[in-house]
Each structure stands twice: as structure tokens, then as C-alpha cells.
């Protein structure tokens, strides 16, 4: 199957074709998931809480990121591959995420990179941008920002945060993101968004009028001891795995296992 690229995403958008999105975190739920029909996979800072059991983004490294986007690469066939960059490795100045970013790409040989932000983000998406390194915007629901809002709650609820969201969407979409994550913000704002700009829409909690959906991999199948609302379970591993470690441990203790 062809490469993915961020013209692949472009394209699909121009002729109203949806694009799927799932984070991945280690080679084989890139497998996995590249072939079920996964056209990117994302390596989320979400891997923090999903994978590496902290209660929030904020603590990830740069490091970790790599050590495990790298793994996703090595799954992967076909798929775009995009890593989040952490908390703290972009914020300080255009020149950190320059920096940061190209370790990423060298070190992984993933597509591109995700950066929370919008309007204030605009500046360093462009200094990315112009240097040639694909770029992923985030906004509404930005969990590195959680500290400062004191929730995961929807974003865009007032007229106020709703212009300013369009603004955002408007701004990192002229600075040359190819790509952009719209997170629990309402449906029809997202529709707004989808509908205006040329820029390739993500959504997750974000309606169905994205150009894209992406869903937290293990939330998607029921791994997550909970879900966020918008993100529905498709089967039940968590069920399923502990049942079966749990029949194998009765089986070492009854000496049933191994026979
Ligand atoms: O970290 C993550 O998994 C994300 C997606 C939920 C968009 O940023
Ligand atoms: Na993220």
C-alpha cells in the first residue's frame, strides 16, 4: 500500500473522504491498527497516562516520546506517523521546538510533529513550518494546559472562548499546520472550523464533522479502567485479559498448568 503523507490527508479532505487517526504507543498496536484501516497513527503524550501510569501529560519527556514513537515506526508499514512533543520542549521559544523537533524526526523517523496551541503557537508553527517539518496543531481541550484550567471540561462553551477557537483554528491553519486536532470542543464550532478553513480537522469529542477522528488506543478498546464520554469502548480487552490471566493463575495454583 502507498505512503501516507500529509497530501494524502489534504487530498481526502478535498473530495470529502474521512480519515482515520488512532494513537499507538509500542510496534505492535502500529500493526494492529495500520492494518485495520488506520491512515495515521499518533503517538500521543496521552501515553503518559495510559502507558506509563502518571495522572497527567505534564511529566512526559522528550526521551520517552521518541523511545516509544521510535517503536511505532518500527511497526509501521504505511500509516503517518505524528509524535506529540511533551510539555516543556516547545513552549520556551521557537528555537527549543526547532530543536526538539528535529530530534524527534532523526532519532524516530516519524512524519511529523503535534504541538498544543493556537494563536500564541502561530509564530513557532511558522519558524517549523518554513523549515520544512510538518506540523499538527491542538486546540480547544489541551491537556498540558490542565494545571492552568483546573479540568478536562469542553472548551468553546462561550461566545468568547468560541471566537477565540476560530481565531486559533484560523491562525496556526495560515502558519502552515498540515493538520489539526480539534479536542471536546462543541460539534457545530468544529463544523465551523472543518467548513472554513482548507487545513485537514481531527476531531475527538469534537462532532462528526471532522475530516478526521482519533481516539486514545486504549480507550478504544476498553483497556482504560474509564472512558471520557466521547470516546466509546468498541470491545472489552480489559475484561478479556484480566479473565485470562486470571484462569492461568488458578491453573498454576491448582497444578492444572502446566500439562
Ligand atoms: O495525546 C493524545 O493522545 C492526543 C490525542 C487524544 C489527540 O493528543
Ligand atoms: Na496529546
Not at 497513527?41 to 501529560?57: P, W
Not at 472543518?194 to 475530516?211: E, F, M
Request: glycine residues 8%; contains cysteine; proline residues 4%.
Amino acid at each position: 500500500q502507498k505512503q501516507i503523507t500529509a497530501a494524502t490527508l489534504l487530498r481526502a479532505k478535498q473530495h470529502n473522504e474521512k480519515t482515520v487517526w488512532l494513537t499507538a504507543y509500542d510496534a505492535v498496536s502500529a500493526q494492529i491498527a495500520e492494518t485495520a484501516g488506520c491512515d495515521v497513527l499518533l503517538v500521543g503524550d496521552s501515553l503518559g497516562m495510559v502507558c506509563l501510569g502518571y495522572d497527567s501529560t505534564i511529566p512526559v519527556t522528550l526521551d520517552q516520546m521518541i523511545h516509544h514513537t521510535a517503536a511505532v515506526v518500527r511497526g509501521r508499514s504505511h500509516a503517518w506517523v505524528v509524535c506529540d512533543l511533551p510539555f516543556g520542549t516547545y513552549q520556551q521559544s521557537k528555537e527549543q521546538a526547532f530543536a526538539s523537533s528535529v530530534r524527534v524526526l532523526q532519532e524516530t523517523g516519524c512524519d511529523a510533529v503535534k504541538i498544543e496551541g493556537g494563536e500564541h503557537m502561530a509564530e513557532t508553527i511558522r519558524f517549523l513550518s518554513d523549515r520544512g517539518i510538518a506540523v499538527v496543531a491542538h486546540i480547544g481541550l489541551t491537556p498540558q494546559s490542565v494545571k492552568k484550567f483546573g479540568s478536562y471540561g469542553k472548551r468553546g462553551k462561550s461566545e468568547g472562548e468560541r471566537l477565540q477557537l476560530l481565531k486559533d483554528a484560523e491562525s496556526v491553519c495560515n502558519a502552515g499546520a498540515v493538520s489539526l486536532v480539534l479536542e471536546n470542543i462543541p460539534t457545530d464550532l468544529a463544523g465551523e472550523i472543518t467548513g472554513t478553513l482548507p487545513v485537514p480537522t481531527v476531531g475527538i469529542g469534537a462532532g462528526s464533522d471532522c475530516n478526521a477522528q482519533v481516539l486514545v488506543w486504549n480507550d478504544l478498546l476498553g483497556i482504560s479502567a474509564s472512558n471520557p464520554p466521547f470516546a466509546p469502548a468498541y470491545a472489552n480487552l480489559r475484561q478479556i485479559m484480566s479473565d485470562a490471566v486470571s484462569r492461568w493463575a488458578d491453573d498454576v495454583k491448582s497444578g492444572r498448568f502446566p500439562e
